[in-house]
Nanobody, 118 residues
Framework: QVQLAESGGGLVQAGGSLRLSCAAT????????MGWFRQAPGKEREFVSD????????AYADFVMGRFTISRDNAKKTIYLQMNSLKPEDTAIYFC???????????WGQGTQVTVSS
């Protein structure tokens, strides 16, 4: 069983930055690949970024490449998403997710709202 809790969302002006955190309650955090997804109003949930157990294996959606950075701290059982150069189109609820090994993302947090004003 994995419980995930996101924090760090808020309202920011275009060009600004936010840092999201996701704290996991789980026995073996390093066993899970961790990811960030987002869902804007009226749109499907979409992949943003994810990270493997060591932190060296990362992936990003094209629309955040060069602006967002994902990282993890296995000792704290937490992942982060540093978001820079935010755009109004980044406005969405951001969700943290976890998956064991090569499986599908199975565990989800409740989400944190990010709003970027123009």
């Amino acid at each position: 069983q994995v419980q995930l809790a996101e924090s760090g969302g808020g309202l920011v002006q275009a060009g600004g930055s936010l840092r999201l955190s996701c704290a996991a309650t789980v026995r073996t955090f390093s066993y899970y690949r961790m990811g960030w997804f987002r869902q804007a109003p009226g749109k499907e949930r979409e992949f943003v970024s994810d990270i493997g157990w060591s932190g060296a294996d990362t992936a990003y959606a094209d629309f955040v490449m060069g602006r967002f950075t994902i990282s993890r701290d296995n000792a704290k059982k937490t992942i982060y998403l540093q978001m820079n150069s935010l755009k109004p189109e980044d406005t969405a609820i951001y969700f943290c997710a976890a998956r064991p090994g090569d499986g599908s993302y199975y565990y989800w947090g409740q989400g944190t709202q990010v709003t970027v004003s123009s």
